[in-house]
Each structure stands twice: as C-alpha cells, then as structure tokens.
C-alpha cells in the first residue's frame, strides 16, 4: 500500500448522466439496436440481448482428433434487465421498494430460464472500469447448457465438503464468520455480509442468507424485503468509502438447474459475490495484472483491514446526506 | 465484436517519457526509496524492490483451528530489473543483442534464486492499463517458499499428460500446431509463437522453444539470440496491430527448482505467456469483468482470427519505419 504509484488513473466519472435519453437503447421508449422499441417500462425491464455471446443453436464444432484439441457447443441465451427506468439512478440511491422489485425480477428469470438451461448466471457489470459499456443501471443474465468453469469448481468443493462434514460449506463458514466477527461488514435478521477469507480483490464481499436456501425462487418475502434493505446498506457503504459511484462487478450463485434441478442439491447454498477494484481512491483501482494473472492473486490489505473499514462507514450515501 | 461502446476509453499514453529522470527511482544515478543509490549502469540492473510483496522472514499464522480457515505462511524476495538505462524505450524498440542481455539477466537472476526458492517468477507488467507503476522498461522478479496456484495447475496438467502419453504436453502441442498453422504467429530456428487453442485474451499468445528445454538457465547462446530476434518481433508486431506501445504482462514459467531442483522434471516445458488487455484499439480494451469473473472466460475474437492478424503485421515497427 505504500507503493508510489505513477501508473494508471482511472478517469474522473461521467458526473452527469441524463435522466431520459432517446439514443440510448435502455430506456423506456427507445429504440434498439435490432429495430425494436422499449416500451414505456415504469420499473424493471427485461429485454433479449441485441449482441448475445451464447445462442440457442449455436453449431457443433465436431468430433476432435486429438486429446488436446477439444471443443463442445456452448448455447445459451443473453438477456438485458433494466433496473430503473431513469439513467441517472444506481441500486444504493433507489428505494428499498425499487430494488425488492429487481430481487423479484431475479428470481423470475432464474426459475425461466432454470426450467431449461442448467446454468443461469445473474451478474451486474457497475462503471465503466468495469467494462459497463451503458451507463443505465442494468445487469445480464446469461443462461447456458453447461456449468460454466466457476459453477463447476463450486459444485465440487460444495459436495465435497457436505460428503465430509454433513452440512453445507457456506452454512458452516457464515456460522464460523458470525463467531470471528472480525470479517463481518453487515448483518440482519436473514442475511450476512462479509468479506471472505479467501478475497483476492480489495474490497469484495459475499452475500449469504442465514437459512439454508438454495436458490434465488426460493427466497420468501421477508428474506426478500430484508435482502433490498441489506443490499442498499452495502452498495451505500461502498459509495461512501471514496465518496464515488463505487465501480464492481457482482453476480448470484445457486444450485444448478435444468433437466437435473430436481437432483439432490442439498450441498449449494446461495450467495452473491461482489468484486469491487477500487483500491485507494476513487481514481486508483487494483490491477490483477502479472503475478496474479501467471502466479497467484495476492492482496494488498487484509480481509479484516477491509471488514473494518466497510464497518465503520456510514449507512446514510453520501450524496443523500448532503441534502 | 459488434458492440456499442459507450464505456471506458483508456486514457492516451504518455507520449514522451524523459530519456533521463533524475527522480525516477529506476533511472541510473537516481536515490531511490530506501536510500540507495543506482549505479550508472549501462545495461541491465537488477536490484531489491523496496515495496516487495514477498520477504523472506514472513511470520508463520499458526495452526489452523477449522477446515474452512487455512493459513499458511508466504515467503520469498521481490526484485525488480531494468532492461536498459533508458527511460523512452521498449524492448521492440531495443538493439536484438540489448535483449539478448535481458534474456542473460533472466537466465542468471533464475539459477540465483532458483538456488533456494522453488519458484522463481519473472513478469513483465507493460503499460499503465496493466497496473505498471513506472514508465522506465523494467520486469520483476519474485521467488516462493511456494508453487503458487498456477505453478500447481501447470505442475498437475504436464504431469498427468506425460505420464499418460509418454512425452511432454508442449512439445506435442507445439508440434500440433505447426502442422495445423492457423493459429501460428511467428517461427523460427529454435522457437515459435502462436495464440494457443485455450486463449482468453484477444491476442494472447504462447511462445515456446522447439527443443525440450525445461529451465530458462538451459538456453543455448544461439536459442538465446534466435529468442531475443523473435521477441523483437512479436512485440514489433503487438505495437503495429494498434500503431501504440502494446500494453500486456508476460511472464516466464519452467520447472520448479530450489531444495527438488534434481528431481524428475522432465513433463515441463519452458514457454512464455503474453496477456494483452487491447481488443478494438489503442484504447478500447478487453474486459474481463461479470461473466468472466463469475462464471467463464468469453472471447470476442477466435484465436485463429488474432493469430491471422498478428501474421499479416509487419515486422519492422511502425515508429522506425516513419524515419
Ligand atoms: O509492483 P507494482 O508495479 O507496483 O504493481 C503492479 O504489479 C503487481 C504484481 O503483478 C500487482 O500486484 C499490482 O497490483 C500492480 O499494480
Ligand atoms: O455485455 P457488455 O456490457 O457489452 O460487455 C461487458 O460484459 C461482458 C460480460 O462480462 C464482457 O465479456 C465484456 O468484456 C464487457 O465489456
């Protein structure tokens, strides 16, 4: 952390962003890449991805001849969901009733979209650090027909530990963090927040429910409520640490679906990952760059140098205090 | 590919970095933070990182009291290499027996600390958009008391290939794809570059020695001159692609060494991995943000689209052809 530091810095935020704007292909009433017009959604908004990278048929590439030539079709499809239909709003300024809507919206597509692809990955790419190319709050969901590398590494620690030790991973480990204390951010009646053991990035959290729940539908109505409320507490805190819209990427993990969610998945408990880069200011991120990328992630402050930081932050953002 | 873009543009490169700063801690004659005075050196200089991530007296965490908190401790030593005295230059910019003197000082700084360190990992950070805190053209260097993760998947893949097939993965691999050409970028007498068959950055590529050489150390003199020509090229060709100095992080791998270096480890392959950020211009990059990080890397481009790409490029640099 006490590295000079000559390198990048990220340039300042559009400040501005335009409530309504008729160019831009995620509001309410404009019209799409694909010559579709939006229409004059009040709340959430779900749309067919113009650009998908996974599609329904994408082709076979065939049989390999060669053990380390291996291929096989990815399909799949790309959704677009709207959070908001105003531009110049992000989750931790909308109402705690905004933002349940967007949890119920989540849970929909997931049980849609579960009832055919095993794999239906809910992720929100925030600012433009983070390679959010519209600045509308809006998150993907894209749904495949396979466990993609991440899911795949989950399902096997998560089954392998319930095989040893009777019990899901997620449930003991957010029991344990509730006893240590000292990696904890937030806690409510049905939710944890806490920064993982095993964080890489700077300030990244885990989301977990208390109860055993395996997957976004699942989820009754006051674990709904609870979520929106803990949700905008946390996005506020990270506002607030450099007094900017905080950039991350974050993203939901749940039981797999599809022709086999009826299976035993007793070992999977729910929980989101966010992944903020920001580092030391509002304009000095963390580059995962070449240790990391050809060694191994190493960090520059401790999980529980972060907890404490997030912990001590106002729950109040900082542009709504100003008021 | 076909993406609208309204996120994050880079900012432009710095366009002249000073041939000498005085208070550039990697200059020569330059104080640097501890005190210390740089030589004048004239070639390469390699010298302790005042901020090492690494040190050799790290303290032990302790036992563990749960399966879920493991800790253990991480020692090593970090240093850092300049390639050349000047500030306003980059390896394609350098004299083919100025980089042949970088590839000697690779080869030197591995059998020093490979002496006692298993791991000894030597990267290249280029370019502010790759967390490179100093302009000044300069590497790292950082050895282990441990294999870190990717030294452990890399260690577990040859190995497993090598005794299943009898020789080891790369150079079956390399022999692959010089009969299959599409994804070849460069060859030559002793080496050759393509963008591997499992690429995730747009024009990542893998450069590999033809012969079975397993250590950096091992390189014959005229491996090494062959080598340092077609790193001139390649990184030639990366600056023409986008008329800019191509940022990335390189970094070598080989077999493991310190107290097991007399073991059998006959299933490694040297090879070199580039990773550059650039997908559409100078300053348009490649994201690797919510799917990615949450799920599964996604390319915009097929590996055989970049390695055409990179083929068709010249191999004289666009800033000395311009005099
Ligand atoms: O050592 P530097 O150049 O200050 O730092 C750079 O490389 C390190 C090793 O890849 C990274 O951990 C840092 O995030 C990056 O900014
Ligand atoms: O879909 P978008 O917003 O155009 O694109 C963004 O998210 C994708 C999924 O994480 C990434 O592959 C892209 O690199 C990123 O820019």
Redesign the interface.
């Known amino acids: 952390m006490?590295?000079?530091?000559?390198?990048?810095?990220e340039?300042p935020l559009l400040t501005t962003v335009p409530r309504h704007d008729p160019h831009n292909?995620l509001c309410p009433g404009a019209t799409r890449?694909n010559g579709e017009v939006n229409p004059h959604y009040e709340g959430t908004f779900l749309f067919d991805n113009d650009?998908p990278?996974l599609q329904p048929d994408a082709p076979s590439p065939g049989p390999s001849d060669?053990?380390?030539?291996q291929a096989e079709a990815a399909r799949g499809v790309c959704k677009v969901m709207c959070f908001h239909p105003w531009s110049d709003v992000t989750l931790p300024l909308m109402l705690v009733p905004e933002i349940r809507a967007v949890i119920d919206a989540w849970a929909s597509v997931t049980e849609e979209l579960g009832a055919q692809y095993p794999?239906v990955?809910i992720?929100?790419?925030k600012g433009?650090?983070?390679?959010?190319?519209?600045?509308h709050p809006h998150c993907?969901v894209?749904a495949?027909s396979f466990l993609?590398?991440?899911?795949q590494r989950e399902e096997r620690s998560q089954r392998a530990y319930q095989s040893q030790?009777g019990e899901p991973?997620l449930m003991?480990?957010g029991r344990?963090e509730l006893l240590r204390k000292d990696r904890l951010v937030l806690t409510s009646e049905h939710w944890l927040v806490l920064v993982p053991?095993w964080a890489v990035w700077p300030f990244q959290t885990l989301l977990l429910p208390r109860r055993h729940v395996r997957r976004l539908p699942e989820l009754t109505p006051a674990e709904r409520d609870d979520l929106a409320s803990i949700m905008k507490k946390l996005l506020t805190k990270y506002d607030n640490l450099f007094e900017t819209s905080f950039p991350y990427?974050?993203?939901w993990?749940g039981a797999p679906m599809g022709s086999e969610a009826g299976a035993n998945w007793d070992h999977w408990q729910l929980h989101a990952?966010y992944?903020p880069p920001l580092l030391r200011s509002a304009t000095v991120r963390?580059?995962?760059?070449?240790?990391e990328?050809?060694?191994?992630?190493?960090r520059d402050l401790t999980p529980e140098q972060a907890a404490e930081r997030l912990r001590a932050l106002p729950e109040v953002h900082y542009r709504l205090g100003q008021k």
Chains 1, 2 share one sequence.
């Open positions: 006490k590295r000079p530091w000559q390198g990048q810095v340039p292909p890449a650009f990278a060669h053990p380390l030539f794999w990955q992720f929100e790419n433009a650090m983070m390679g959010c190319s519209n600045p993907q894209w495949s993609p590398d991440v899911a030790h991973l003991e480990y344990q053991f990427s974050m993203g993990h990952h992944y963390k580059f995962m760059v070449g240790y990328m050809l060694a191994q992630a190493q």
